[in-house]
Nanobody, 116 residues
Framework: QVQLVESGGGSVQAGESLKLSCVASEHIFSTCGMGWYRQAPGKERELVPSIRFGAIIYADSVKGRFTISRDNAKNTLYLQMNSLKTEDTAVYYC???????????WGQGSQVAVSS
C-alpha cells in the first residue's frame, strides 16, 4: 500500500526553481508530522524541512530558499525550492509519521539535479 507519492523532480540550472509534491493518504495527512529529506551521493540522508505539531524546521543550508507547505484539501505536502545550488543535487524524499524523532513512512524519492 503506497502511502506517500512524490512528483516534481527534475534537472535545472543553478539559480532556477523546482517544486516537489507529495500526496499522502488521508490518514497520514491528518494525523502525522511530515517532512522532506534528501540524500546526495556518498552522503547521509538529511532533513530539509519538516512540519510537526504546527512547527516548521528548516535545515540551515536551505533557509530563505526553500519553503514547505501543505494543502489540506488535496492531502498534499509541497517543497518549493528557489535559488537552487549545485549542492542541492540529491534524491529528495517525502516522509511522515515520526517516532523517536525519526519518520517511519517514506515516499519513493525524487531526483533533483542542479547544474552550474
Amino acid at each position: 500500500q503506497v502511502q506517500l507519492v512524490e512528483s516534481g523532480g527534475g534537472s535545472v540550472q543553478a539559480g532556477e526553481s523546482l517544486k516537489l509534491s507529495c500526496v499522502a493518504s488521508e490518514h497520514i495527512f491528518s494525523t502525522c508530522g511530515m517532512g522532506w529529506y534528501r540524500q546526495a551521493p556518498g552522503k547521509e540522508r538529511e532533513l530539509v524541512p519538516s512540519i510537526r505539531f504546527g512547527a516548521i524546521i528548516y535545515a540551515d543550508s536551505v533557509k530563505g530558499r526553500f519553503t514547505i507547505s501543505r494543502d489540506n484539501a488535496k492531502n498534499t505536502l509541497y517543497l518549493q525550492m528557489n535559488s537552487l545550488k549545485t549542492e542541492d543535487t540529491a534524491v529528495y524524499y517525502c516522509a511522515a509519521c515520526y517516532s523517536d524523532d525519526a519518520p517511519r513512512v517514506w515516499g519513493q524519492g525524487s531526483q533533483v539535479a542542479v547544474s552550474s
